[in-house]
């Protein structure tokens, strides 16, 4: 169980377009939802944490006109990279807080979804 | 600050050696902590998870150790595969104005030799 999908797991796009990625928790129903980046040979880097229904709560230095999150339902959470451009190259990954389970809400995290700006 | 520190930042071992890899940590109020393996190119998976009253805690070749008292964690490998070979993240969880968040290490890599 508490498996997290992400869709696409690869995407190549030009520099100016937007970019939109799915997170899935495929087995639980997820309130909370968070948004990671991770660059070459460093960790992740929170960028964002997205509630059922509200607003995105962003990390300090993230644009939220640029990275759009919409978390309309419990299991399902999307990013979008809008004007995407070379320096938004990176490793995307989600992951998704099972609160129904005990021990310290665990996160679980997708495959991550790599994204190339041409 | 919020500081989670690991140590080394990579290493190289043969194939059927041990390695023990290092994680301190500054972070406070401390909730528990986890180590994960990411693979290159994939999203990290849990390993083990220990509260503030574990010392110790197994998950096949994988064995944690916690020392609240110093804030140092450590995993141990036994006998290392070749699919060993992995970025190992520590991750200190962390509960603060009514939510639990994540603060990550950056990570040791490991390569593990034929």
């Known amino acids: 169980g508490a498996v997290v999908s992400q869709h696409p797991s690869r995407v190549i796009c030009k520099s100016g377009t937007s970019v939109k990625i799915e997170c899935r928790s495929l087995?639980?129903?997820?309130?909370?939802m968070f948004w990671y980046r991770q660059f070459p040979k460093q960790s992740l880097m929170l960028m964002a944490t997205s509630n059922e229904g509200s607003k995105a709560t962003y990390e300090q230095g993230v644009e939220k006109d640029k990275f759009l999150i919409n978390h309309a339902s419990l299991t399902l959470s999307t990013l979008t990279v809008t004007s995407a451009h070379p320096e938004d190259s990176s490793f995307y990954i989600c992951s998704a807080r099972d609160t129904g389970r005990t021990l310290g809400h665990e996160q679980y995290f997708g495959p991550g979804t790599r994204l190339t700006v041409t | 600050k919020n500081q989670v520190e690991q140590s080394p930042q990579s290493l190289i071992i043969l194939e059927g050696k041990n390695c023990t890899l290092q994680?301190?940590?500054?972070?406070?109020?401390?909730?528990?902590l986890r180590w994960y393996k990411q693979d290159t190119g994939r999203g990290p998976v849990s390993l083990t998870i220990?509260?503030?009253?574990?010392n110790t805690k197994s998950n096949g070749r994988y064995t944690a150790t916690l020392d609240a008292d110093t804030k140092q964690s450590s995993l141990h490998i036994t006998a290392s595969q070749l699919s060993d070979s992995a970025s190992y993240i520590c991750v200190v969880s962390q509960f603060t104005s009514g939510t639990y968040k994540y603060i990550f290490g950056t990570g040791t890599r490991l390569k593990v030799l034929a």
């Open positions: 220990m509260t503030f009253s574990e």
């Open positions: 087995d639980f129903q997820a309130t909370t």
């Open positions: 994680c301190n940590y500054t972070v406070s109020p401390f909730s528990n």
